[in-house]
């Protein structure tokens, strides 16, 4: 299949959530694309710049010659009808399902880890108040994690076994774990799965990579 040549128009990696999940995925199967970045938190200009590339307003966003992708999801179900010989998903049909419904719930859920623990991949913060909202969320998160692990562990260290998309939508909330110093064993992971599983996805070399593109991002911003 003759493939046009992809760009991610993606957002800070400091910040953008929504923009790594398909800029690792794309990384660790070997999608050959170009980056471009519009800086955030910018006002109507940021806007202005999204809006040149994305009809949502928001990033990220995926060219594929006259193809248009926005949101994350979208881009990586597309990504995986494209390419069906690598695992997006996983073969097996039950854990298939599974990893569906739990990137799904993330897409649509968890707005007090969003807006309480929000993205910052350079920084180690402060945890702010744990309300119920946000305890809620972080206990669903460490349950989610460690249900796939028990069942997958010996088919891979990721959710599932091997890499997939479900992995891509969680790798944004590993970060927060890691700059607030969230301590998943007082949040139901007394056996460590879920913890053993952040250790995973920081140490891919894809997530090392997008880091290392925070960091200079932000360095480079703070001597201008």
């Given at each position: 299949m003759a493939?046009?040549?992809?760009?991610?128009?993606?957002?800070?990696?400091?910040?953008?959530?929504?923009?790594?999940?398909?800029?690792?995925?794309?990384?660790?199967?070997?999608?050959?694309?170009?980056?471009?970045?519009?800086?955030?938190?910018?006002?109507h200009a940021t806007k202005q710049s999204i809006l040149r590339h994305s009809p949502s307003g928001k990033v990220p966003c995926l060219i594929a010659g006259e193809i248009l992708v926005w949101d994350s999801l979208a881009i990586l179900e597309f990504l995986a009808e494209r390419y069906p010989q690598e695992p997006f998903w996983p073969k097996d049909e039950a854990a298939r399902a599974e990893a569906r419904a739990v990137s799904a719930e993330m897409h649509s859920g968890f707005q007090a880890l969003r807006n309480d623990m929000p993205m910052d991949i350079v920084s180690r913060l402060p945890q702010p108040e744990i309300s119920e909202a946000l305890e809620h969320n972080i206990r669903r998160v460490t349950a989610i994690w460690n249900a796939a692990r028990q069942r997958y562990q010996a088919d891979g260290a990721f959710?599932?076994?091997?890499?997939?998309?479900?992995?891509?939508?969680?790798?944004?909330?590993?970060?927060?774990?890691?700059?607030?110093?969230?301590?998943?064993?007082?949040?139901?992971?007394?056996?460590?799965?879920?913890?053993?599983?952040?250790?995973?996805?920081?140490?891919?070399?894809?997530?090392?990579?997008?880091?290392?593109?925070?960091?200079?991002?932000?360095?480079?911003?703070?001597?201008s």
């Open positions: 493939v046009e040549a992809y760009r991610l128009v993606i957002g800070d990696k400091n910040y953008s959530s929504w923009s790594l999940r398909p800029w690792l995925a794309m990384a660790h199967f070997g999608i050959s694309f170009t980056e471009e970045k519009v800086v955030l938190r910018q006002g959710l599932f076994g091997g890499f997939s998309i479900a992995d891509a939508m969680y790798a944004p909330v590993v970060t927060r774990f890691k700059t607030f110093g969230v301590d998943l064993r007082r949040y139901g992971d007394e056996d460590g799965l879920a913890a053993s599983y952040c250790e995973t996805v920081l140490a891919m070399p894809e997530m090392q990579a997008w880091e290392e593109g925070a960091a200079a991002e932000m360095a480079e911003r703070a001597a």
